[in-house]
């Protein structure tokens, strides 16, 4: 997107013209302000790249021009101010200049000009990006700590599991998802398979597959998930070398015809660090509205897990491995009752 460098004053057509051809290479172009120095910059919506200013640096003219403007004007847009002799009054290091220049401008006078406000685009462009991205942090935290309360309060184990799984899928964008399950023995030992509990998609209807089981091990990538801890991210699933330590085994997933491309296997671990469930996302896309019925839709639409997206469930995989592992041993202590 071109960028705006407003000129305040008469520019002479010599610098007018060699900044203009210079500037083209950053994308900057050269804008005349009203010969009123009172003319605004606005500094909301969309501020310029900066400001060459062709007007008196008598005090007073100074002093109007950045009386008129809002607070931020000269820090947030750099502004570079002609002086008509080599010596600088006293008085302008008062003022919030980027730099100060003599006309005619030299082409290594001008081309330094555009160097640096080039550079402050880029910087003000980066902020732009890390405040935003600071907000969404802040805002997504707040989010989790409520959706985390809410999964922590509910009690109904197959509810419980719906709700894991449907917010999962909302923070990460996923088309579909399934958990896996671990259950306890009478001794109140951990199984060491894991059975498929539920699952759900935006683009078929999942069914009932209470018959899969999952054995603890690294050879699949469920059981891998689930034998080291480790999340497991895979970009594309029917892309994975053969000497991968897993192989794909989405079988709910391969019932339904569906090709699977991008997947985030999260275990799910209890306060004794013991994997109580596997959460298995499948092909993140960009629209909820999105559907994947054709192969040619997943490799059109399908995009891979982000680091963003781990750190979201990992911190929603602890309240959910908690309140799995509270329900579970809740119910097993009621059945021996």
């Known amino acids: 997107m071109e960028r705006k460098i407003i000129v305040f004053g008469n520019m002479p057509e010599n610098d007018a ?3 203009g051809m210079l500037a083209k290479s950053w994308n900057l172009k050269l804008v005349s302000a009203p010969a ?5 910059v ?20 100074m002093f109007r021009m950045f009386s008129h403007h809002s607070i931020g004007f000269g820090e947030s847009v750099p502004l ?24 005619p401008l030299s082409e290594a006078a001008a081309m330094s000009i555009l160097l640096s406000i080039n550079r402050n685009c880029d910087l003000t ?19 989790i700590v409520r959706i985390g309360t809410a999964i922590c309060r509910e009690n109904d184990y197959a509810s419980l599991l719906e709700l894991i799984l449907a917010i999962s899928r909302e923070v990460t964008g996923a ?32 069914g009932n597959l209470k018959d899969i089981f999952v054995d603890i091990n690294p050879e699949s990538l469920i059981g891998y998930a689930a034998h080291t801890g480790r999340f497991v991210e895979i970009e594309d699933a029917g892309g994975m070398p053969e000497d991968s330590p897993y192989k794909s085994d989405n079988e709910f997933i391969r019932k339904h015809d569906y090709k699977c491309q991008s997947v985030l296997a999260v275990p799910l671990k209890n306060p004794e660090n013991e994997v ?62």
């Open 80 to 103: 570079y101010q002609r002086v008509e002799s080599d010596a600088v009054p006293p008085y302008l290091y008062d003022f919030p200049l980027c730099g100060i220049f003599s006309s």
């Open 276 to 337: 109580v469930a596997v959460l298995e996302l499948v092909n993140k896309k960009p629209d909820k509205a999105i559907i994947l019925k054709t192969p040619e839709n997943v490799r059109k639409h399908v995009l891979p897990f982000t680091g963003d997206d781990i750190s979201v469930v990992q911190l929603l995989a602890r309240y959910a491995a908690v309140s799995l592992d509270r329900i579970s041993v809740y119910k097993d202590a009621q059945r021996q009752a």
């Open 36 to 40: 009123d120095s009172a003319a605004n």
């Open 42 to 61: 606005t500094l909301n919506d969309e501020p310029p790249a900066g400001v060459l200013s062709y007007l008196s640096c008598e005090y007073e003219q």
């Open 175 to 206: 088309d579909a998802g399934c958990i896996y399950i671990r259950t306890r023995m009478v001794d109140g030992v951990l199984c060491d398979t894991l059975q498929f509990a539920l699952a759900q998609s935006d683009s078929f209807a999942p």
């Open 125 to 143: 462009e980066k902020q732009r990006t890390l405040m935003k991205r600071l907000v969404r942090s802040r805002e997504q935290k707040d989010w």
């Open 17 to 19: 013209a060699l900044v």
